[in-house]
């Protein structure tokens, strides 16, 4: 079977999957149809920056409802770090008794604060907009 010729009968063939009435200008086999489309959402207003401009209102760091986002954001990441490291072989490089699983848990928690504040996820600061908006 020959699925490069199913695909240009599928190109070729009338049928259009979405209404002819938002796109009447279109016809099968015209080189330029996507073009034309662009040109005529372009004249219609509609812009690829069209959400750009929808400013998001700035984000108290010192208000207390941010700080739990940022306690909630470095939970996720250290379950995260936990749940990588757990796929990962021992090489018994740290004691693996209580006291070594006590040292890499808190090991794990300077790491998921460090990424918190550095890494710039945004679990923090969607979550503090999110809850915000209900205060």
Request: proline share 3%; net charge negative; hydrophobic share 35%.
């Amino acid at each position: 079977m020959d699925v490069s010729a199913l695909g240009n009968q599928y190109l070729n063939s009338e049928y259009v999957p979405f209404s002819s009435a938002s796109v009447p200008e279109v016809q099968s086999g015209t080189t330029g149809a996507f073009e034309k489309l662009l040109k005529k959402s372009q004249a219609q207003g509609v812009s690829n920056n069209s959400f750009s401009s929808v400013k998001k209102p700035p984000i108290d760091k010192t208000d207390k409802l941010y700080e739990a986002c940022m306690e909630l954001e470095t939970f996720l990441i250290k379950n995260l770090i936990k749940s990588m490291r757990s796929t990962v072989q021992k090489n018994g490089l740290i004691d693996t008794g209580f006291a070594g699983e006590v040292y890499e848990d808190m090991l794990y928690d300077e790491y998921a604060k460090s990424f918190a504040q550095n890494a710039n996820f945004g679990f923090a600061e969607m979550a503090y907009r999110e809850l915000s908006q209900l205060k």
